[in-house]
């Protein structure tokens, strides 16, 4: 059964960066794609960005391109979100998803997803 799982998450100040992990089991990174989301308290779900791994093409929302950068680490089933410059709007609980085949920033086509970490950025 394949398995997500976060970490990384934290308590920063504004301007500051935290890296977030997420570990995969029972999936390769070569079946497909692999989305960063989060949920800020109160608003709806938000893709952050994506990562197909098979051509290391990304593609990131509006609101953290230049500032977010999404890699891959196949040898260790690991996808990473680094994330700079962060604000107090970046406050949220992010979570990695991975969808075989397509690739987007639409949850519709994840399949598979963590139970998210907590970012916080105080200003």
């Known amino acids: 059964q394949v398995q997500l799982l976060e970490s990384g998450g934290g308590s920063v100040q504004a301007g500051g960066s935290l890296r977030l992990s997420c570990v995969a089991f029972e999936w390769s990174f070569r079946n497909g794609c692999i989305g960063w989301f989060r949920r800020a308290p109160g608003k709806e779900r938000e893709g952050v960005g994506r990562i197909y791994p098979g051509n290391g093409y990304t593609y990131y929302a509006d609101t953290v391109q230049g500032r977010f950068t999404i890699s891959v680490d196949a040898a260790k089933n690991t996808a990473y979100l680094q994330m700079n410059s962060l604000k107090p709007e970046d406050t949220a609980i992010y979570y990695c998803?991975?969808?075989?085949?397509?690739?987007?920033?639409?949850?519709?086509?994840?399949?598979?997803w963590g139970r998210g970490t907590q970012v916080t950025v105080s200003s």
């Open positions: 998803a991975a969808a075989p085949g397509q690739c987007g920033l639409s949850a519709s086509v994840y399949r598979y």
